[in-house]
């Protein structure tokens, strides 16, 4: 039996405000919404699968904590990250399953009629922690409410082995699309050659090209959703793919998601895109290669293309609470507890900041200067845009999405399978199904 | 109590289980699936009847052209890789006498493995950094850089292939042994003493009497491959350029994660037509007398 009862707990979480450091920094002034959880309440929660040992060990602690504190118990299931989207779409389907799932990208935007308002909830983090970044109302807002709760995004960066790109001439990290292919073709020519995947993955497959498209100018969409991928800005994003590849280890066109660690953690590729995940394998491994290996080991930004600002895309993480929930209020008091600085916090340093921030305050957790590698990965969440930039989220922007469309034209082009103009013309076509043009 | 005594009713009787788990669990998904074909539901959101909207809109996607494409090249080329060896493998079991049972039992393991579990395994084999049948070339001097297996096309589809073939050989192994023994002894007993050869043992006897079982194993194996989904998830995940997507994964993929659940449906209804295609060979084939003795249709 829990000590605390649940007008404890509703204390608890409104008292937190006035004593949290970060909120103190942001400024804010915020009321904790009135959650009592209900009588003989009890959660379920589906999550994504942990990529580094340390953000699930600390999130079950902390579910630990809530159940304490309100006695209401929580059973945590993970899947794959790649299997919650399926699971996801047949609970908001069939109207069952578990009362919260932690899922990514825009699956609140394809069914947000089956989603609780979280919208109180929202205000309150908001409010408390220096507010959301912009881009967490693209993917969870849906007619001026909050359908879900933003988590963060797995941040992607450059992980360089800095002793290869020594040997290859370069003292800095590129920081425009000329130098990073000046580096590429170096490391290629000295035996170290980069990889970036160009498979049918959804996260890394997906974030690099996304970022190659974007920062060339070219879009997939216009702010109208008129499908614009055609482009001159296109056919250069597609030149310059050509060129990268060329500099590529043998095998990027079948690459999965885990591919890119594993070559990376085997030293057959001494740069990739990628999440703090291989470091993080590299730090903790009681290896001494490995070891060594962390120690040479540096991220860094993509680099900025013509319209001079960052214009990566990360794996969006979200929280849902779907309306059949029976217990709607112990829902919301358990993402709001788990979001608080409290809870949060420790979570990121736990995970050394694999997963960043959605709320502004979070910026100065000290996980993100403990060391200067974890730095490139804080502001993930403020510099990213959304699958589907630049025009509305929904079901035509996850459904071109799901089918690699950019993927597959980026693949298709740097492989030399097909000419350049011709793999946007089949991206033109393919997008043009899901736009309905 | 009197009906308890009435054959016809009492075989309806009891043949209502079974029926209703039919209707439950086959006819049911199978009557959704098409008509959510015929719908534009979406994930979570309930649809309205478009006709052949979706049909129409697959007509035109070169994606799932190739899709149908891939599926028809890996069915055919898996099916008679597995049906050659297969055939093979039952023709040498049943010449072995020692440790025959065990001999068989091991034969059933790819079988009886996981389809994910042998899925992982082959991912490894034919990953492009770490494939054992690479270093094992290169250590024997034969390359000097890993194979391709999953990055180029068609080095691709044969990958997969391969691996349905690894897994589906024991199915057709076991059920043509099955029927292999089946075959009188005083057959080939016969046949010796009037001077056959073992090709025309093989022709004129083996052959004629295992081709039922064939038809029926065979029509198994090609429905079983039409419909593969967990290797090509696993492995490649329709990769390189859907250069493996079949039409399963690919209306897998477009339901699920894409939202788009009636074109993902319609993908798998325009399935149906060779499905059954393959059924109905298989059906009226055993009809015939002359297939049964392994003759021709002239």
């Given at each position: 039996m829990s000590s605390i009862n649940r007008r404890d707990f509703l204390k608890l979480t409104a008292g937190a405000a006035a004593g949290a450091t970060v909120a103190r920094e942001a400024g804010a002034q915020a009321n904790a919404p009135k959650l009592v959880p209900e009588k003989g309440a009890s959660l379920r929660v589906l999550r994504w699968k942990r990529f580094v040992a340390g953000d699930e060990e600390m999130w079950m602690k902390n579910t630990e904590k809530f159940t304490q504190a309100t006695g209401v118990p929580v059973r945590v299931d993970s899947e794959s990250w790649e299997d919650v989207r399926p699971k996801a779409a047949v609970a908001a389907n069939v109207s069952s399953g578990p009362d919260i799932i932690l899922s990514t990208f825009d699956d609140a935007l394809l069914y947000p009629e089956k989603l609780l308002d979280v919208t109180d909830v929202a205000d309150y983090l908001g409010a408390k922690y220096g507010g959301w970044y912009d881009v967490c109302e693209k993917y969870l807002k849906h007619n001026g409410r909050w359908v879900a709760l933003p988590l963060g995004c797995a941040g992607n960066a450059l992980v360089m082995r800095d002793s290869h790109m020594k040997a290859a001439g370069f003292d800095t990290f590129p920081k425009d699309h000329a130098g990073f292919l000046k580096l590429c073709q170096a490391l290629k020519a000295k035996g170290t050659p980069p990889g970036f995947t160009l498979g049918n993955a959804t996260g890394d497959g997906n974030t690099w090209t996304h970022w190659l498209l974007w920062s060339h100018?070219?879009?997939?969409?216009?702010d109208n959703n008129d499908?614009?991928?055609?482009s001159p800005q296109t056919e250069a994003a597609l030149e310059h793919a050509k060129e990268l590849y060329q500099t590529f280890v043998p095998g990027t066109l079948s690459w999965l998601d885990p591919n890119n660690n594993k070559a990376f953690l085997d030293g057959q590729v001494s740069l990739t895109l990628n999440g703090i995940s291989i470091f993080y394998a590299a730090k903790n491994s009681t290896d001494p290669k490995m070891k060594e290996m962390a120690a040479d080991i540096q991220h860094y930004n993509m680099p900025i293309g013509p319209g001079g600002r960052p214009t990566e895309l990360n794996l969006f993480f979200n929280q849902m609470i779907f309306k059949y929930t029976k217990f709607p209020q112990a829902a919301k008091a358990y993402l709001t507890f788990m979001m608080e600085q409290d809870q949060y916090a420790p979570w990121q340093q736990a995970s050394i900041g694999y997963v960043t921030q959605p709320l502004r305050a979070y910026e100065s957790n000290p996980i993100w200067t403990a060391?200067?590698?974890?730095?490139?990965?804080?502001?993930a969440m403020k510099v990213m845009l959304w699958n589907g930039y630049s025009g509305k989220m929904g079901y035509a922007s996850a459904g071109t999405m799901a089918d690699f469309v950019v993927v597959n034209m980026v693949a298709e082009a740097a492989s030399g399978q097909r000419p350049v103009k011709e793999a946007m013309e089949r991206a033109e076509k393919r997008a043009m199904r899901y736009y309905k043009v | 109590m009197k009906r308890l005594d009435d054959r016809n009713w009492l075989g309806a009787l009891f043949m209502l289980p079974a029926a209703a788990i039919l209707l439950l669990f086959l006819t049911y998904p199978l009557a959704l699936g098409v008509w959510l074909s015929l719908t534009d539901q979406k994930i979570g959101r309930p649809g309205e009847f478009v006709g052949l909207e979706n049909f129409r809109s697959l007509w035109g996607d070169a994606v799932f052209w190739l899709s149908v494409f891939n599926t028809l090249f890996y069915t055919a080329m898996a099916s008679v890789l597995k049906f050659a060896l297969g055939l093979w493998l039952a023709l040498l079991l049943n010449r072995v006498r020692l440790f025959r049972s065990f001999i068989r039992a091991i034969m059933l393991l790819p079988f009886i493995v996981p389809t994910v579990l042998s899925a992982i395994a082959f991912w490894w084999i034919f990953?492009?950094?770490?494939?054992i049948v690479s270093w094992v070339l290169i250590k024997l001097g034969l390359i000097t850089e890993n194979v391709n297996f999953l990055g180029d096309p068609w080095n691709a589809r044969w990958s997969v292939i391969a691996a349905n073939v690894w897994r589906g050989i024991p199915f057709v192994a076991i059920s043509l042994l099955a029927g292999l023994q089946t075959i009188p002894p005083s057959l080939y007993e016969a046949a010796t003493l009037d001077g056959a050869s073992r090709w025309q043992m093989f022709r004129y006897v083996t052959y004629p009497l295992l081709t039922p079982i064939i038809a029926v194993v065979m029509t198994f194996s090609v429905l079983f491959t039409f419909t593969d989904f967990q290797l090509i998830y696993a492995i490649t995940r329709g990769g390189p350029v859907n250069a493996t997507h079949l039409m399963a994964t690919l209306s897998f993929q477009r339901a699920i994660p894409g939202g788009q659940l009636a074109e993902g449906a319609a993908i798998a209804t325009a399935m149906i037509p060779f499905l059954v295609a393959a059924v109905l060979i298989s059906f009226f084939g055993l009809q015939r007398r002359k297939w049964q003795q392994g003759g021709g249709d002239a």
């Open positions: 100018g070219a879009k997939v969409i216009d499908v614009v991928v055609n060391d200067p590698r974890h730095t490139p990965y804080r502001d | 990953d492009a950094q770490f494939s």
